[in-house]
Nanobody, 117 residues
Framework: QVRLVESGGGLVQAGGSLRLSCVATDTIFTVDPMGWYRQAPGKQRELVATITRSGSTNYADSVKGRFTISRDNAKNTVNLQMNSLKPEDTAVYYC???????????WGQGTQVTVSS
């Protein structure tokens, strides 16, 4: 029903920045909200940030003030600007999107973010 294609990620030193991007493609459905989750080794997947079509955002406390989520509704894309990265931000980051018509959540394949100390 929708395919989420992620880009960005990689290896960065603590204090550095990275930008993740995700496009929702191969769909005729409206997706809302879109967002990012992450999963570190041995831990459960957790919310990073979400954004609605109207621009309402929600952030995990651990990333507030450092990460910024943005969205382009016309292009069906969502971005995550990550600044002041910390080693504890190391995880696989997953793009998510909910199809409004079905209320079903879909996930990207994940992209690795590694922050070295």
């Amino acid at each position: 029903q929708v395919r989420l294609v992620e880009s960005g990620g990689g290896l960065v030193q603590a204090g550095g920045s990275l930008r993740l991007s995700c496009v929702a493609t191969d769909t005729i459905f409206t997706v809302d909200p879109m967002g990012w989750y992450r999963q570190a080794p041995g831990k459960q997947r957790e919310l990073v940030a979400t954004i609605t079509r109207s621009g309402s955002t929600n952030y995990a406390d651990s990333v507030k003030g450092r990460f910024t989520i943005s969205r382009d509704n016309a292009k069906n894309t969502v971005n995550l600007q990550m600044n002041s990265l910390k080693p504890e931000d190391t995880a696989v980051y997953y793009c998510s999107a909910r199809i409004v018509a079905t209320l079903r959540d879909h996930w990207g394949q994940g992209t690795q973010v590694t922050v070295s100390s």
